[in-house]
């Protein structure tokens, strides 16, 4: 977040430029009222590039081999949910699943997704909401189980995860990404010729295999498709965010 308003604070002329995702722009503006920052107001997006999709996994030996499994098995039995710390993405898209399942978990914050992943293969925890790029090695090596993507469509890097929607869990598309940003103010045909660019850019067969290889997608489009993804996830996680009374550690 810190960059980021460095960077609303730099001359609009196109030279200086910032890499934002999910956490920092839509999650740190809630969490850091004080920093009296919003995105909205102080950047304009040039292009949202990569989406990093979220995945539902659990430890190999829960007896749960579907949602439907985990659902039920969740209203009998305490199970807990690792996540990558408190008040990141990974641990409000855990809280939001929740909440939209009527299910209840025991919340364990680690220090990253690394060591959450790691508990959770040696069975110290139950499931974990994280991502498909940190995930997909320990799914692939059946050390964790995989239930469900949340994104869109099914990820080319685990073709064969089901997602929610397809199971008949609507409307829970979450997980991380990253889009390029200038300083509010930014002539328009700057923001144009910058997205025209970087959109052609990411055409690239060699780009798009390195993304999927490491379990992300790319995205690409207007400005507005990166502004439209900011406005519809600060207010839901800002909801959750204050539902659970957070404060920032």
């Given at each position: 977040?810190?960059?980021?308003?460095?960077?609303?604070?730099?001359a609009p002329d196109g030279y200086t430029l910032?890499?934002?995702?999910?956490?920092?722009?839509?999650?740190?503006?809630?969490?850091?009222?004080?920093?009296?920052?919003?995105?909205?107001?102080?950047?304009?997006?040039?292009?949202?590039?990569?989406?990093?999709?979220?995945?539902?996994?659990?430890?190999?030996?829960?007896?749960?081999?579907?949602?439907?499994?985990?659902?039920?098995?969740?209203?009998?039995?305490?199970?807990?949910?690792?996540?990558?710390?408190?008040?990141?993405?990974?641990?409000?898209?855990?809280?939001?699943?929740?909440?939209?399942?009527?299910?209840?978990?025991?919340?364990?914050?680690?220090?990253?997704?690394?060591?959450?992943?790691?508990?959770?293969?040696?069975?110290?925890?139950?499931?974990?909401?994280?991502?498909?790029?940190?995930?997909?090695?320990?799914?692939?090596?059946?050390?964790?189980?995989?239930?469900?993507?949340?994104?869109?469509?099914?990820?080319?890097?685990?073709?064969?995860?089901?997602?929610?929607?397809?199971?008949?869990?609507?409307?829970?598309?979450?997980?991380?990404?990253?889009?390029?940003?200038?300083?509010?103010?930014?002539?328009?045909?700057?923001?144009?010729?910058?997205?025209?660019?970087?959109?052609?850019?990411?055409?690239?067969?060699?780009?798009?295999?390195?993304?999927?290889?490491?379990?992300?997608?790319?995205?690409?489009?207007?400005?507005?498709?990166?502004?439209?993804?900011?406005?519809?996830?600060?207010?839901?996680?800002?909801?959750?965010?204050?539902?659970?009374?957070?404060?920032?550690?």
């Open positions: 977040m810190l960059a980021l308003m460095e960077t609303a604070r730099a910032a890499v934002g995702s999910a956490g920092p722009l839509t999650v740190s503006p809630t969490l850091f009222k004080s920093a009296k920052f919003d995105p909205r107001k102080s950047l304009e997006p040039v292009i949202w590039f990569i989406n990093s999709p979220g995945i539902i996994a659990v430890h190999k030996d829960l007896p749960a081999r579907n949602m439907a499994e985990l659902i039920e098995l969740s209203k009998r039995k305490s199970l807990t949910v690792a996540s990558a710390g408190t008040g990141s993405v990974l641990h409000l898209m855990g809280e939001y699943l929740q909440e939209r399942l009527s299910i209840k978990w025991t919340h364990v914050p680690y220090k990253g997704s690394a060591p959450a992943l790691l508990d959770l293969i040696a069975g110290r925890t139950d499931v974990i909401t994280d991502l498909v790029s940190s995930t997909m090695a320990f799914v692939k090596s059946g050390q964790l189980r995989a239930l469900a993507v949340t994104s869109k469509s099914r990820s080319p890097a685990l073709p064969s995860v089901p997602t929610l929607d397809e199971l008949g869990y609507t409307g829970l598309e979450m997980g991380s990404w990253m889009g390029l940003l200038a300083p509010k103010g930014t002539p328009a045909a700057v923001i144009t010729r910058l997205n025209t660019i970087l959109n052609a850019a990411i055409q690239s067969p060699e780009l798009a295999e390195q993304v999927r290889v490491s379990g992300n997608e790319l995205a690409g489009g207007s400005p507005r498709a990166m502004s439209d993804l900011i406005d519809a996830e600060l207010p839901r996680w800002e909801k959750v965010i204050q539902r659970l009374g957070l404060k920032p550690e």
